[in-house]
């Protein structure tokens, strides 16, 4: 059975920082890339960040410089540290495996869902 497990989240004031982890099982881990989104109340799930199986990484324009992603195949795990925290960050973060990681993060490109962890980024 495959499984994704998103957490790490909180409540943090602005310009704080906090770190999500996914932990994955069942899947051939390595092969596969693994992308956080999120979702606000209202709003449409969109694409954060995302790693590749050879350590290619994406970020949507909105969190550059202030998010990394990284991962760990030995421990099945990928982790977003998210720093200098705002506000608008504030939504449940989900992670999810796909065979590819490229810009704009196509949901249905994604076939294993974990549930969502979530962030709340007090002004």
């Known amino acids: 059975e495959v499984q994704l497990q998103a957490s790490g989240g909180g409540l943090v004031q602005a310009g704080g920082n906090l770190r999500l982890s996914c932990a994955a099982s069942g899947i051939s881990f390595d092969v596969y890339a693994i992308g956080w989104f999120r979702q606000a109340p209202g709003k449409e799930r969109e694409g954060v960040s995302c790693?590749?199986?050879?350590?290619?990484?994406y970020y949507v324009d909105s969190v550059k410089g202030r998010f990394t992603i990284s991962r760990d195949n030995a421990k099945q795990m990928v982790y977003l540290q998210m720093n200098s925290l705002k506000p608008e960050d504030t939504a449940v973060y989900y992670c999810a495996s796909s065979l590819w990681c490229r810009s704009a993060m196509p949901l249905f490109e994604h076939d294993y869902w974990g549930r969502g962890t979530q962030v709340t980024v007090s002004s």
């Open positions: 790693i590749s199986s050879s350590d290619g990484r």
